[in-house]
């Protein structure tokens, strides 16, 4: 099993920045790739970054240039620092962990929202 504790999601004005945390823990030598992922209100929870062991990073257009994602394998946690935010990020971030087994486990979630 693995658990996931994420942080760092707030209030921020359109243009700042956020850094979220999420740190694995339980059978975390099973898991091969974390990522995040956002769900907005009345929208489908959508892949917002990912990494994998290898330490290749994959995002979607949207936040391409803005958000960076990063891993610290030895503390087994996962990062994401979204610049230059829009009100179009304004959503409940949750970290995501694969394993070896095909499972996904998820975090609690964080809100974030971008607002004047």
């Known amino acids: 099993q693995v658990q996931l504790v994420e942080s760092g999601g707030g209030l921020v004005q359109p243009g700042g920045s956020l850094r979220l945390s999420c740190q694995a823990s339980?059978?975390?030598?099973?898991?091969?790739?974390m990522g995040w992922y956002r769900q907005a209100p009345g929208k489908q929870r959508e892949l917002v970054a990912r990494?994998?062991?290898?330490?290749?990073?994959q995002y979607r257009d949207s936040v391409k240039g803005r958000f960076t994602i990063s891993r610290d394998n030895a503390e087994n946690t996962v990062f994401l620092r979204m610049n230059r935010l829009k009100p179009e990020d304004t959503a409940t971030y949750y970290c995501?962990?694969?394993?070896?087994?095909?499972?996904?486990?998820w975090g609690q979630g964080t809100q974030a929202t971008v607002s004047s």
């Open positions: 990494t994998l062991n290898g330490g290749s990073t």
């Open positions: 995501n962990a694969a394993t070896t087994e095909s499972i996904a486990y």
């Open positions: 339980g059978s975390t030598f099973s898991i091969y790739a």
